[in-house]
């Protein structure tokens, strides 16, 4: 793969994968077009979400620092209490309650959403090696992507106090986010989606979603690497860096408009968009 070639899909990967439009249905499109094939793989394509995941880090250094720091506190709180209940002497101390500030929660939501991704993920594995690059399977995922926001803009849940939202409610929304592995059904899309059918808050589902892609991309290279390494293969170191910096860099600019129209989301005007670029896909694959 020539550096033009992974220049160009890191840019549509850093805009595509942070708005509700899918990023590796647009990559697998854009491959389709320019001829690559067969230098295009899933591990490039992961790549280049990790790319993205680095722009977000950065974006929400803050948030994800204190996040780190909870997640020591509360393992340091787990410990106390498990050494009470041991001793024997949690009807004497009080033990130390876990969900304590709203970071805490948004910590538990995220490892709650994770497990249901990283199960679905694993599973789904040998089946999207298969279908990353269709650009048929790219149209189904974009058709399947507007069919969810379609049901997305009819719901009308009230919107939960963000300390009566259970943190259990991760699990539901991390079986959205495990299928966003299929090409053209969108990450940020479905987490949004799963938010506003909980009745989540717009602002915490849409920094839901954006904080996921961090975990989720270094999870998807490790479980992408743990395969047998002979079958991966990555287009030239060059073409491979100049991909993921051009990935990072977009998303760098492109989160910042994310993080605050997406709490604004026109759900009708995506599915439109996905609809028309599933119906342009089916041509293509057709012609």
């Known amino acids: 793969m020539s550096v033009i070639c992974a220049v160009l899909l890191g840019a549509v990967q850093g805009v595509c994968s942070l708005l509700p439009v899918s990023g590796m249905g647009h990559m697998a499109l854009l491959a389709d077009a320019l001829g690559i094939h067969e230098q295009y793989s899933l591990y490039?394509?992961?790549l280049l979400n990790v790319g993205t995941a680095?722009?977000?880090?950065?974006?929400?250094?803050?948030?994800?620092?204190?996040?780190?720091?909870?997640l020591g506190m509360i393992c340091r709180d787990l410990l106390f209490n498990a050494?009470?209940?041991?001793?024997?002497?949690?009807r004497i101390e009080q033990p130390r309650k876990i969900i304590t500030n709203p970071y805490r929660q948004l910590l538990v939501l995220m490892i709650m959403a994770l497990i249901p991704t990283a199960l679905i993920g694993w599973l789904m594995m040998p089946f999207v090696v298969g279908i990353f690059d269709s650009v048929l399977a790219a149209a189904m995922g974009f058709w399947l992507n507007a069919l969810l926001l379609y049901m997305a803009s009819l719901v009308q849940t009230d919107v939960r106090l963000m300390q009566s939202i259970k943190c259990r409610t991760g699990l539901a929304a991390g079986v959205f986010h495990g299928f966003s592995c299929v090409p053209g059904f969108s990450r940020t899309a479905s987490v949004s989606v799963a938010g506003r059918f909980l009745g989540f808050p717009r602002k915490l589902a849409v920094k839901l979603s954006l904080l996921l892609s961090v975990p989720t991309s270094i999870g998807a290279l490790i479980l992408a690497l743990s395969r047998d390494l002979d079958q991966v293969s990555f287009p030239g170191v060059p073409a491979c860096l100049a991909g993921v910096i051009t990935s990072a860099i977009v998303s760098w600019f492109v989160v910042r408009v994310a993080a605050r129209s997406l709490q604004r989301?026109?759900?009708r005007f995506y599915m439109a968009y996905c609809l028309l670029i599933g119906g342009l896909s089916v041509i293509t694959y057709l012609i």
């Open 54 to 70: 680095a722009a977000v880090c950065v974006y929400f250094y803050k948030d994800m620092f204190r996040l780190i720091t909870e």
């Open 44 to 46: 490039f394509a992961i």
């Open 83 to 90: 050494i009470l209940y041991l001793k024997g002497t949690y």
């Open 265 to 267: 989301m026109n759900y």
